[in-house]
């Protein structure tokens, strides 16, 4: 064992009234995982040497195993090199909003019974906020540092999830930022920023960005990840699909990519070079290492039948770029496929090289674990007052305000004493964090946190979300004819929307509809319609019931959810939450098949479309949807009305690049396209706010799509009365651009429209040709 405890807690006790003692783990340090400077035989080892360069010391390492030791290393239980003085490593853990046990890299118990457990991804993704991600990021990595150096967890995170929310029935929707591209991708770089925290090329942990890619289909009607082949158009991939997981690598520098179950274009992703080694590695220049979703290769031998052969399906993925599998599929066959040449040992050391490297960025070959920047995290790091602050800091921000009939809300403490709180989700506890989550600190519940501001008459109606009954309904009517105002916390839990469990409908589950409808004709006071959900609900019927005065949507809130719902509620906390991704109406459904993976409308067979970038039927509520107590107005300070455009290259000329009125991101100086755009918020009601300011842009006119895309946003906090100035930068090339049938990026000719708010603004693009290179 690297690590114990022991047996018995010290007690620390003080006298203040009375006498409080905490129980206190004395917790001995980890031992090395390798190069531990007791060991006399291997702390002299060049790869041990910590003024080395680590290319060198990686090759060094490399160059001393044996065939048989480099395989059992391919896969994510690796194995110990004793006469190497080197441990064994589980390279599986999770922190997709927190640290987790999901995966066995982790574990509870002792000093370290939980983990502040933030809000599920989708909820923080609502709060736009990319400080706020970036911020949890770094707190999810210091607990994490912590339980490693008490020897319970790893350094590799397999986290986050930056697939697009596509289609609203899928399960894991909830894991990810939501439906648009650019803040996924924001989402990403700022999250992994957080985790690694970097200084210079060394890690606090290593992240990874998963699943990549095209993946968002876990089960529905008989099709299964495992299974599934998304068909995919180079257009959607280019300017939908990869945007995410590209600005993970390139602007998050993150350690790790993991490749996906389903196949894309008829190609497992764990076996196609062209994603991996080309694209991942080569064009985004990956510095790390790129794993399997867990026994993925075994899935595509086994279940696709991509190969015929194990050691075939060993060699392919290896070869396209694969460096570990999550599973036993590379240790049981890589030996095989050397034997029948099919993959050379040096593809083995290839793929150890980028793991091994990663390994020696987070100081596991730098001896002690407590000399390194982070060793001195411990138990008193973990759950921490301004982690747990934080946790309730982001359910607060990711809290979205559908409706407010009649400014229903805020609640008032003196006129609305006794609340009536019913609903199968008004009393839960782990349904709050989501999936991926690990043990939390603590809970407050909707009920709890109601009950710090007035007396509570509670009852659930259903026994859980299912709600298969209404024969509690009386009593949930009989509370609400008795209280001054009722909170109905209806939704879903990880029974309806979970991995491999993608929904069937968006209407709330049995007779929940019923319970909210009784409701709300028996009260006598005002009704709040509080939705736990990670994916959206059709809730149209509430929306236009005039006795239902205000709808939230909370997501999955995180272990302080009760108390952020009860803030919002009564006026503490004004919400400021943007919906990250479309209510669609439940007839929406019969229009897209989860397997259809085309982004833009179809109108010859009746495909409208997804998200709101390419749909514009109706909505139950749109994404950016997001009210206030207060109110907000913009006005232009400066920006600019038009932008030259340099043409760099003599292939700009050739073919249709000027005729189509569009020109390649390749043939234009990307660098000189920054535009600078001021906007003066101003807080126009009677009470503080922060507004989420969001910028869209739309192409001209004609062959291009006319859609409006996100292309930047930013929170901002304001007063009543108050006004700030707010600056968003435009890159031309990355924002302005739009991507052709063939996965080419270019930038239209002409006029470009940006919106912010009710406020409309064009800039001009034209070409130049004055720069051009012959």
């Known amino acids: 064992m690297a690590y114990k405890y022991h047996t018995h807690p010290f007690l620390i006790c003080s006298f203040f009234f009375f006498l409080v003692c905490i129980p206190f783990y004395a917790v001995e340090s980890r031992a090395p995982f390798a190069c531990d400077p007791s060991n006399g035989l291997t702390r002299t080892l060049k790869f041990c040497r910590v003024n080395v360069p680590i290319h060198v010391r990686v090759r060094d390492l490399i160059g001393r195993l044996t065939l048989q030791e480099k395989i059992r290393l391919l896969v994510n239980n690796a194995a110990a090199v004793p006469r190497l003085g080197i441990q064994g490593y589980e390279w599986w853990s999770e922190a997709l909003h927190g640290v987790s046990n999901v995966g066995p890299g982790v574990k509870f118990g002792g000093a370290f019974p939980g983990a502040t457990s ?159 080694k080309n694209t991942i590695r080569g064009e985004w220049r990956l510095n790390g290492y790129i794993v399997s979703d867990c026994d993925s290769v075994g899935v595509l031998y086994d279940n696709q039948h991509y190969t015929s052969t194990p050691e075939e399906a060993a060699a392919a993925t290896i070869k396209a770029g694969l460096d570990l599998d999550c599973g036993p599929f590379l240790a049981i066959h890589t030996q095989n496929a050397i034997n029948k040449r099919l993959l050379r040992e040096e593809d083995v050391n290839l793929a150890l090289a980028n793991t091994i490297t990663v390994q020696m960025r987070l100081g596991m ?47 008032s403490p003196t006129r609305h004493r006794n609340i009536a709180v019913i609903g199968p989700n008004s009393d839960v506890t782990v349904t709050m964090i989501g999936n991926y989550a690990g043990i939390a600190c603590s809970y407050t519940t909707p009920l709890q946190g109601i009950g710090r501001y007035a007396r509570t008459i509670h009852q659930p109606g259903c026994s859980d979300v299912a ?76 929306k236009n019931d005039p006795r239902i005065g205000a709808i939230l949507w909370v997501g999955y809130p995180g272990q302080a959810g009760g108390t952020a719902i009860a803030d919002v509620l009564f006026g503490t906390t004004n919400p400021g939450g943007k919906l990250p991704m479309t209510w669609y109406p439940q007839s929406y459904l019969a229009q897209v098949p989860m397997t259809n993976m085309g982004m833009r409308p179809d109108p010859s067979k009746g495909y409208p479309g997804r998200t709101y970038r390419f749909y514009k039927g109706p909505v139950v509520f749109p994404f950016g949807h997001g009210l206030s107590y207060t109110s907000f107005s913009h006005s232009l300070s400066q920006a600019p009305k038009q932008l030259s455009l340099p043409i760099t290259s003599l292939k700009a000329l050739k073919n249709t690049t000027i005729s189509s009125k569009a020109i390649r991101v390749s043939h234009t100086n990307c ?73 080419i990026r270019r930038i239209p000719v002409g006029e470009h429209d940006l919106h912010i708010g009710d406020l409309k603004h064009s800039i001009s693009l034209q070409a130049n040709l004055e720069e051009i290179k012959v």
């Open 118 to 276: 933030f809000p599920q991804v989708i909820t923080t993704a609502a709060s736009f906020n990319e400080s706020l991600w970036e911020q949890i990021g770094r707190v999810v990595s210091d607990e994490a540092r912590a339980m490693y150096n008490g020897g319970l967890a790893g350094l590799t995170y397999w986290s986050p999830n930056v697939n697009i929310f596509r289609d609203p029935r899928w399960g894991r929707g909830q894991e990810t930022p939501g439906e648009d591209p650019v803040l996924a991708g924001k989402y990403a770089a700022s999250y992994v920023r957080g985790l690694q925290s970097m200084t210079g090329i060394k890690l606090k942990v290593a992240a990874c960005c998963k699943h990549y890619t095209a993946y968002d289909l876990d089960n529905w009607n008989g099709v299964d990840r495992y299974h599934f082949n998304a068909v995919v158009s180079k257009q959607d991939l280019e300017d939908t699909y990869d945007v995410p997981f590209k600005a993970c690598v390139v602007e998050g520098k993150a350690a790790s990519v993991m490749c996906s179950y389903n196949q894309v274009n008829g190609k497992p992703t764990c076996a196609d070079p062209d994603l991996l």
């Open 365 to 411: 070959f730098d001896g002690e674990p407590s000399a390194h920047p982070y060793g001195n995290l411990g138990p008193r790091d973990v759950c921490t007052p301004p982690h747990q602050q934080l946790a309730l800091e982001a359910a607060r921000q990711g809290i979205v305000l559908l409706q407010n009939r009649g400014g229903t809300l805020p609640l």
């Open 467 to 542: 709600c298969n009954g209404n024969q509690n309904f009386g009593l949930a009517e009989v509370a609400a004819r008795h209280a001054d105002a009722t909170v109905l916390v209806m939704g879903l839990d990880q029974s309806i929307e979970a991995e491999f469990r993608d929904r069937v409908g968006l209407l709330l589950p049995g007779y929940q509809q019923e319970l909210v409808s009784r409701v709300a004709r028996a009260s006598r006071g005002p009704i709040v319609l509080v939705l736990m959900s990670g994916g959206p609900i059709d809730v149209s019927f509430a």
């Open 671 to 743: 660098d000189s396209l920054f535009l600078g755009l001021d906007i003066d918020v101003k807080n126009t009601g009677t009470m503080d706010g922060t507004h989420t300011l969001m910028v869209f842009s739309s192409p001209p006119a004609g062959k291009w799509s006319s859609n409006k895309q996100l292309i930047g946003f930013e929170k901002v906090h304001l007063v009543a009365g108050s006004q700030k100035q707010v600056r968003i930068n435009i890159h031309a090339c990355k924002h302005l651009s739009v991507v052709d049938q063939f996965g």
